[in-house]
Each structure stands twice: as structure tokens, then as C-alpha cells.
């Protein structure tokens, strides 16, 4: 099983609560950044390209629990910078537990294995590392030998702990499919709970154009990954998500779904692209016009688009909005389970 | 490979060094947008004579102002565009160079020198 059952009812409940109250822009994930600072400096990260006194703020964990129940979202994924730099990020996690929050606290796990201690196991916090595929992979990725290792071992002593583990991957063009594969093979064979991918996000701006995926290019590479997919991989995606990378289900993307917090204040609209900050999530959700975004929308930052934080809302709210979805997502569900 | 999905959009040329004195409201709101979009500290210099360097991190075009923070301050100035009679780019620009483009026509060696320097960076603030 890739998520606790306690957590899918946290999130079904959740999600059929604001169904039946009607309510379309409805959160899913708080994307809550508590600093940027970093301890790697991966080229073309633009979370890290800051001043160093705008790097050297902190978000309190007061400010971080107030905007856990501003948005209201059954789960927390806590991004950066690396969060485990953060002096009090064990309390911030701790508020959030009590607050019944599932996290994700995403790290490059560089001060994981040195950090253990701070956190108890529960069944609220996962640890999601980022991991770009195998050692040259990734390595190559984040700019720095010898992080793989670092990482892997991190992620070992964390399971040994009994704490949950998950990876993240983010696949750009010129991704192996071979490699990735085998990259599969070697987290579930370390045990981690499940593994979260998306595409490098493309958009018109971007530097570096050609190693970003377009739309097309993300449907091939997925399907030729997933076309000898086997039975042991276990993925922390809902299994219309995995469908959608592969072009076999189109979706728009629901950018109010993972909303984002940070030292600026509410970010609009997305995630991924920064139009500006407003101070409630309220306001981020009133008074931004939606109309303007996703693929469908005809918005050029949008088109090539496939990222999970826009899409995974989308398959999830597909699953609950209609017989035809969740009929689409039991499916789903048996082929990749 | 580029490491991240949070790419910051890409400047043809940066601004660093750059000083606008806006003639009218429009040319103001311009330079406004490009400070927004800057990733270094501008120097602005009110009409009141006032002069203040910081981090422009928002701009709202219908009530036209923006919030900045100022070096030092903990928390943010909101400020009129009416008050704002200059713009100066005088912070470093810490996108420009860094993207994976860049990255990789480097030398093995200069990127070597480079993780190394970023590795030991960290180590001194007790990241590492």
C-alpha cells in the first residue's frame, strides 16, 4: 500500500465535504515554504536566486500553523529551500501534527540522517526526497558529487526508523526511460512507501527551452516508461495522474490546488509561476481570475504544462466529481496496483 | 539536466547597473514591472528625497503599489507609485548566469571549482 489508509479517508472525506457544499476552488495541498535558502545550488533553481538577506528569512511556525488553518488543506507539503536548515522546523512539524496535517516535508536529505532525531515516526509526516534518478543522474542534477550516496543512506536510516519515506522526481528532456526504470527498481528495493514524478515544467520564459518538456515529449517519455511497467513499483500519484502523463486522459490543470505560502505572503496563482503575493488565502482565491490559466486557458505559460502540483488536484477532484471518474480511477487504480 | 521545476523566467540581458528616472506614471509602472521580475536588490528613491535598497517583491497594478523589503527591516514596505521618482538596479542579479544552460557550457573544472565553492559556502553557515 502506498498511503495509509487513514490518510486516503482524510483526503476522500475531505474532498466529498467540498463537493457537497459546492465549493469548486477548494485546496488540496498547502504548499508552505518556510525559508529559500539552500544547501545545494542546483543551476536553473530559481527558488535560490535571491538577495541573502531575502535568503536569510525565516517564516516563524506560528505564521506557519496560521496559514495550515487559513487553507484549510488535508495535507502539507513543505518545500524550499531545504526545510531541514530551518532551526524550527521540528516545531513547525510538530503544529502540524497537531494539527492533523499530512506532511510532506521535502528534502534533498543532505542533513536528514543528522537531523532523525528532532522527529518521531508518524503516520502525518513523510519525508519526500528528492531524487533525480541514479547516482549520475542525479548527481549531474544537483550540480554536487556525492549526494546520491548521501541521500541513500539518509533515506535507509530514516526507513530503519520507521519513519515514512517517499521520493520525488522531477524528469526533464532527455530523460532515459531504461535508467529511470532501473531507478524504480532500486528505491522499491530500499522499500520507500512510493514515488512521486513530474515533468520539468516548460514555459515560454524559461531559460534553457530545450531541456524542459513540451506536452508531447512528456506523454512519450511517460508511456515508454510506463509500457513494461512492473507490478512492484509503487507510486505516491493518483493513478489517473500517471494515465494523464502518458496522454491517455486529458485534464486542465486546477492551479488553486496546491496553494503556496511563503515569506512574501500568498503567491499567485500557482505554484510554478509568480504574478504577485497577496496577504489571505482568501483574497488569493476571491480575487484571482482562474479563467486565466491552465492549458485550456490559451495562456503561453501554461501550455506546456504537466506538473503535479496542477494536475494531481485535477485527477484527484475527477475521481469524486462524477460515476464516470471515480469509474475512471478504479480502473485506474487495478492497473497500475 | 536541470535540477528544478521552480525556474525563474529568463532575462535576454540583466538589469544590473541599470537607473531609471520615469517621466510620467506609465514609465514608472514599467520599471516597476521589471524590478518586480529582478532577482537582486533596486534602490529607490522616493519624492521625498527618501533613498532605500531592498528586495521589490510584489507590485499590485490596480492599487498601484508595491511592497518591498528594505535591507535590515523585517518586515515589508508598502509604497505608492506615485511616490517612487527613481529606480536603480543595484543589487547583483542572482539569476543571471545560473541557468543549466549556462551551467553546462562551463568547463569541468570551473563547475568542479564551482560545487566546491557553493559546498564550502554552506558548510560555513552550518548547512552542511
Not at chain 1, 31 to 38: I, T, V
Not at chain 1, 76 to 90: A, N, Q, T, Y
Not at chain 1, 221 to 231: D, T, V
Request: proline residues 4%.
Amino acid at each position: 500500500m502506498a498511503v495509509p489508509l487513514s490518510q486516503m479517508w482524510a483526503v476522500s472525506s475531505y474532498v466529498i465535504k467540498q463537493k457537497l457544499k459546492r465549493n469548486k476552488h477548494y485546496p488540496l495541498v498547502l504548499m508552505l515554504e518556510p525559508l529559500f535558502r539552500c544547501n545545494l545550488s542546483c543551476a536553473g533553481c530559481g527558488k535560490i536566486q535571491y538577495p541573502d538577506h531575502i535568503l536569510n528569512k525565516r517564516l516563524t511556525p506560528e505564521q506557519c500553523w496560521a496559514a495550515a488553518e487559513e487553507c484549510g488543506a488535508p495535507m502539507v507539503s513543505i518545500p524550499g529551500g531545504e526545510p531541514l536548515i530551518h532551526p524550527e522546523i521540528d516545531k513547525i512539524v510538530e503544529g502540524l501534527i497537531e494539527r492533523k496535517k499530512y506532511i510532506y516535508l521535502c528534502t534533498n536529505a543532505l542533513l536528514l540522517k543528522r537531523k532523525l532525531d528532532l522527529f518521531k515516526p508518524s503516520k502525518y509526516l513523510t519525508f519526500s526526497v528528492h531524487m533525480d534518478g541514479l547516482k549520475e543522474e542525479h548527481d549531474m542534477a544537483v550540480c554536487r558529487d556525492g549526494t546520491y550516496e548521501i541521500a541513500y543512506e539518509a533515506m535507509k536510516e530514516a526507513l530503519k526508523r520507521g519513519f515514512r519515506v517517499t521520493t520525488n522526481t522531477t524528469l526533464f528532456d532527455g530523460a532515459n526511460p531504461e535508467h529511470v526504470q532501473k531507478f524504480f527498481d532500486e528505491m522499491m528495493k530500499l522499500n520507500v512507501e512510493g514515488m512521486m514524478l513530474s515533468p520539468g515544467y516548460s514555459y515560454q520564459k524559461a531559460p534553457d527551452q530545450e531541456h524542459f518538456l513540451h506536452r508531447d515529449k512528456t506523454k512519450k517519455l511517460f508511456s515508454e516508461i510506463f509500457k513494461n511497467r512492473k507490478r512492484s513499483w509503487r507510486f505516491n500519484l493518483s493513478p489517473n495522474f500517471i494515465e494523464f502523463l502518458q496522454g491517455k486522459i486529458d485534464y486542465d490543470c486546477t492551479p488553486w490546488g496546491n496553494p503556496t505560502y511563503n515569506i512574501f505572503g500568498w503567491q499567485r496563482p500557482c505554484y510554478l509561476l509568480q504574478e504577485g503575493y497577496v496577504k489571505t488565502f482568501k483574497e488569493l482565491i476571491e480575487k484571482t481570475d482562474w479563467s486565466q490559466y491552465g492549458q485550456h486557458s490559451g495562456n503561453a505559460k501554461c501550455r506546456d504544462c504537466m506538473v503535479h502540483c496542477g494536475y494531481e488536484a485535477t485527477s484527484v477532484n475527477d475521481t469524486f466529481g462524477s460515476l464516470s471518474g471515480f469509474v475512471r480511477t478504479v480502473k485506474s487504480t487495478i492497473a497500475y496496483s | 539536466m536541470p535540477q528544478d521545476i521552480k525556474t525563474h523566467g529568463h532575462r535576454e540581458a540583466s538589469l544590473q547597473g541599470r537607473n531609471f528616472q520615469p517621466a510620467s506614471l506609465q514609465e514608472t509602472s514599467e520599471a516597476i514591472d521589471q524590478a518586480f521580475d529582478y532577482r537582486g536588490d533596486v534602490t529607490l528613491t522616493l519624492k521625498d528625497n527618501q533613498v532605500m535598497e531592498g528586495y521589490l517583491f510584489n507590485r499590485d497594478t490596480d492599487q498601484q503599489q508595491v511592497e518591498v523589503f528594505v535591507k535590515g527591516n523585517s518586515t515589508p514596505l508598502t509604497l505608492n507609485y506615485s511616490q517612487i521618482v527613481g529606480i536603480a538596479f543595484t543589487g547583483e542579479d542572482t539569476a543571471n548566469g545560473k541557468s543549466w544552460e549556462a551551467w553546462m557550457t562551463k568547463k569541468a573544472s570551473e563547475r568542479t571549482a564551482e560545487a566546491e565553492q557553493a559546498r564550502q559556502a554552506a558548510i560555513a553557515r552550518g548547512e552542511l
